[in-house]
Every structure is written in structure tokens, then in C-alpha cells.
């Protein structure tokens, strides 16, 4: 296996994954998705609201604001060794206190963990007018996307790499000409110049000049986009650790079995 980086920014990465099945592309895919946990606020408590918006819509706005993460700091309560009762260790508390009039942001949230902020503070919550307030204590946890969807770290994606099968070699010259951006033609054979470039439109035009375009099922191209909970590259490695638990994890329960 090969793994190699094509493009690394704060919340997006880039890489190729070389010599695996489509079986283990989509397990890593979901593990990244549905494993690997984040903090999220999972319970609100209202002291005040008379604003415009219920107390349930209010707490689903919050639960939905990605929270910065360090996952060395927290556990997933049920692995905590306070048994899930609550701790400094597996919650996180965060108190808002407002009056209108003005618009109350995420950036309004404080902390008990100066780490553990709302990724964007500009996320609109509730607009007050004059004489409302919002007063709440909020509660955040460590989950997984699998228990709800606000716990993913981001959207992670993948495709097999190109592969081409060139039916007419008379044509490839007024392919290459058509998409001189995106393709080389070297001895005969297509070669593209940045992966990340390339999209369906690009796939027509050679099938339209009798090139058969098709998805390698060995050598895959995958996209992560954090939330800004973790880094891309953080997710990553900690769905391969994660991978590594559930294998041995595995391997125990099969040698009990015989």
C-alpha cells in the first residue's frame, strides 16, 4: 500500500491510496465518517428564553455548532472512569448569557476549555429584540457520528483513479489539443496532469473520441473536508488507529471462538 498527499490546506486533504480493494477504501471512508468521535453539545439547560425561537430549536442550532477538538484531553463517557456518570474528563460545559437587542452568535458561548470553542463564532443562533434574553448552560460531549450526525468530523469521499483504454490512436491528438489543461498523451498513453482537476466532463470528451474511461479498483483518490473539529490529517490517522483496535479486536474474539 501507498499513500500519497496531493493537496493539505486547514480543513481539506488531498491524497492517493495505492494497492487496496474497494472493501477497505469504503471502510476507512467509513470509518473516518462514523468513528471517529468529536465534541458536540448534546444537552442544553434554559435559565431564560423569551425569544422568538423554542428552547428545542435553540438546542438543536447548538448542537449542530462544530466544537474544536482535542482528543487527548477528552474520553467518550462510557469509556471514562467516572462510568458515564459525568466528569471534567468526559463533559464539557459551556454557559451563554445575552440581551437584546442583537443578534446572538456562537462566538457568544464561553468556555470551561479555552481548546474547546465553536469552530466558526460567526454561526447566527437567535436574534433578540429589546427586553429578550437568553440565558443557558450547555453540556458537550465526545461521540460518534454513528449516534447522530452532529458527532461526524467532516465529509470524506473517494473515487477509483482513471483508467483509460485507447480505441482509435488517430484521435488522441485532437484529444489532447481539447484538453491540453488536464491531459498528456505519451506514447499513446493518457496521462493526467492534476487529479484533482479532472471531473466528468473530462471523461465525455474522451468517450466521445473513442476512449474507453474507466475506475481503477486498486488505486483510489479520497477527499476529507473537516468540519474544523479536527484536521483532516487528524481524522485520518485516527480512523487507521481505530481500524487497528476493531482488527485486533477481531482477532481476540476469533481465538475465543475456537
Known sequence: MEIKILNKSENKLNFTINGINPTLANTLRRLMIVEV???????????????????????????????????????????????????????LKLVLK???????????????DPKAVPVYGEIPIVELTKKQSLE??????????????????????????????????????????????????KNDNI?????????????EILE?????VTNSRENFLFSIESWGQLK??????????????KLDEFSDKLKKAK
Open 37 to 91: 468521535p468529536v465534541l458536540a453539545i448534546d444537552t442544553v439547560e434554559f435559565t431564560k428564553n423569551n425569544s422568538a425561537l423554542y428552547d428545542e430549536i435553540i438546542a438543536h442550532r447548538l448542537g449542530l455548532t462544530p466544537l474544536k477538538t482535542d482528543l487527548k484531553s477528552y474520553n467518550l463517557k462510557e469509556e471514562c472512569k467516572c462510568k458515564g456518570k459525568g466528569c471534567a474528563m468526559c463533559e
Open 98 to 112: 445575552v440581551d437584546g437587542p442583537g443578534m446572538v452568535y456562537a462566538s457568544n458561548l464561553k468556555s470551561t
Open 136 to 185: 443557558l448552560t450547555a453540556t458537550a460531549i465526545l461521540g460518534k457520528g454513528k449516534k447522530h450526525m452532529k458527532f461526524s468530523p467532516g465529509l470524506v469521499y473517494y473515487r477509483g483513479y482513471p483508467m483509460f483504454n485507447v480505441k482509435d490512436k488517430s484521435k488522441l491528438k485532437k484529444v489532447e489539443e481539447e484538453l491540453k489543461d488536464i491531459i498528456t498523451v
Open 191 to 203: 496521462q493526467i496532469k492534476d487529479i484533482l482537476k479532472w471531473n466528468e466532463s473530462h471523461e
Open 208 to 212: 466521445m473520441n473513442d476512449v474507453e
Open 232 to 245: 483532516p490529517e487528524e481524522i485520518f490517522k485516527k480512523s487507521l488507529e481505530i481500524f487497528d483496535e
